[in-house]
């Protein structure tokens, strides 16, 4: 059975939302790797939302990507990183949404924004 793999398409509007678009969480045989530009940022054992990617450094920022639901098809959650946090309580998180076919090709027509 082919893996499942999920795009992000929407991340929310803060300044750093275009960073997250287009990574991809991808199953793996125990858990989920959140994978930007064919490199593993981060990897969980956690299956079941909600869950919490590791602290991981990209685009020159600490990021914390939590999953708060998930099903055959898409995901969705929160998000921080070390630039938001450094503009005050009003602005240290946003959203992101995901999609996915479940054929492990998160590339796939099929795969559209879901804000």
Known sequence: MPKKKFKITNAGTSPDSPDLVDCHI??????????????????TTST?????????????????L??????STSMSGRWSN????????????????????????PDDEACSASA
């Open 82 to 105: 070390t630039d938001l946090a450094s503009q005050g309580p009003e602005g240290d998180e946003d959203t992101w949404t995901a999609s996915g076919t479940g054929t492990g090709d």
């Open 48 to 64: 079941i939302p909600p869950f919490n990617f590791p602290t991981f450094k990209y685009e020159d920022w600490h990021w914390t």
């Open 66 to 71: 939590e999953v708060d639901s998930a099903n």
């Open 26 to 43: 991808e199953e793996t045989d125990d858990g989920y790797e959140l994978v930007a530009k064919r490199l593993v940022l981060a990897s």
